[in-house]
């Protein structure tokens, strides 16, 4: 919404820009006709100096009536209060003071610095990494354990973007049980993107004997997409028309090079996107509610520093959500750590603190509230966990 906004503003603005463009150069066109009759006539008639004021004075009343700095003056007004709004509208913006939505919150230092450098080392920033835990004084065993995990996926990354999968085959050929137990096709991927490789280069031969050397083991479960590339064979020296176009898009090396992180990543216990990239968007999404919010509340701060859970609704996309979220059907508060949902014998949930009022604090029995179910304990209803 706020990028929209800008975007309307902006589009005004320009909108503007161009009427006064246009008015100015309208404007200077009239004048120089004008200048130019007027010179026009007095060369006509050199002599007569009566005829010169004449042409003169009726020179003087079409300047008047054209009343070029009235239409300027107007025009550049119009701009100027559009671009005014502009910068408003940007300043509200993008330069927010995003310090009313802090709260203090305790973390562990050390886990920061940590997800920091792993970001850098994800990167392929080794000398950056270091260079912070350096300067944030963490061990240089944080620093070589870290690195060591990214810099094998980084230097095999590094070698698909030329061309070479040389690597990416070692890696998948020793961690092949591992990607089977995962049902990740990853191995049958680079094995074809390199009989892809061979065929572009013109090697017919080549390519075969590679597909009957390392398909073979894939023929159980991909023989439809082994018979694809077969197929491709017959189209050497002719691949712009071969029937398969998707087996030789370019894409293919990239989203393959994505599946080889993500395994690579899962591997070592780590996400496939950065922690910190993830935060800073998430970050970014959820503040400008936040801010509004505390725009509002700003006599009540305190109150923001002592709350539990956000006091206003914060979409995400999909993309940040990472854990079912209960909502109490009966109370319609979230469910808390302190305000767990409960499984009642029945199957249906709601909140701890709405099944002890209904059952006046584990003391007498209740009904469901959406099933005609006979009466429910308290004290048989078990926490649920998501």
């Not at 239409?71 to 009313?100: C, G």
């Not at 792993?118 to 912070?132: A, K, M, P, W």
Request: charge should be negative.
């Amino acid at each position: 919404m706020e990028l929209n906004a800008i975007k309307d503003v902006f589009d005004h603005v320009t909108k503007k820009q161009k009427v006064s463009t246009s008015t100015s150069q309208e404007v200077i066109e009239d004048i120089v006709q004008e200048i130019q009759n007027a010179i026009d006539s007095i060369k006509a008639c050199p002599d007569s100096q009566l005829g010169c004021k004449s042409v003169l004075s009726e020179l003087k009343r079409k300047l008047q009536e054209i009343a070029p700095l009235s239409q300027l003056e107007d025009a550049q007004k119009e701009l100027n209060v559009a671009l005014s709004k502009y910068l408003k509208v940007l300043d509200k913006s993008l330069w927010p003071d995003i310090s009313k939505a802090y709260r203090h919150v305790e973390f562990d230092t050390h886990t920061i610095n940590q997800i920091i450098a792993s970001h850098f080392y994800r990167q392929g920033l080794f000398d950056i990494g270091d260079c912070f835990i350096n300067e944030s004084g963490e061990t240089e065993s944080d620093a070589a354990s870290m690195r060591l995990l990214f810099s094998e996926m980084y230097q095999i990354l590094e070698a698909m973007k030329g061309l070479n999968l040389e690597p990416a085959l070692n890696w998948v050929a020793a961690n092949s049980d591992k990607l089977e137990g995962n049902g990740s096709d990853l191995q049958l991927k680079l094995h074809s993107l390199q009989f892809v490789e061979i065929l572009q280069n013109g090697c017919k031969n080549q390519a075969l004997n590679y597909a009957r050397t390392n398909f073979a083991s894939f023929s159980a479960k991909h023989m439809a997409e082994i018979q694809k590339l077969m197929t491709c064979l017959l189209w050497a020296g002719k691949l712009d028309r071969c029937p398969y176009p998707e087996i030789m898009t370019t894409t293919n090396w990239h989203t393959t090079a994505e599946e080889l992180t993500r395994q690579f990543c899962n591997f070592l216990g780590q996400s496939y996107e950065s922690p910190l990239s993830v935060t800073i968007a998430a970050g970014i999404q959820g503040l400008p509610p936040l801010l509004k919010f505390m725009t509002l509340m700003t006599a009540k701060s305190q109150e923001w520093q002592s709350m539990k859970q956000l006091p206003v609704p914060v979409d995400l996309d999909k993309d940040f959500q990472f854990h079912s979220v209960f909502v109490c059907p009966v109370s319609k508060d979230q469910s808390t750590d302190e305000n767990p949902p409960m499984l009642m014998t029945c199957g249906h949930v709601l909140c701890k603190q709405t099944i002890n009022k209904m059952s006046k604090n584990s003391t007498k029995t209740f009904k469901c509230p959406y099933c005609p179910c006979g009466d429910i304990d308290a004290m048989q209803c078990r926490q649920l966990h998501f």
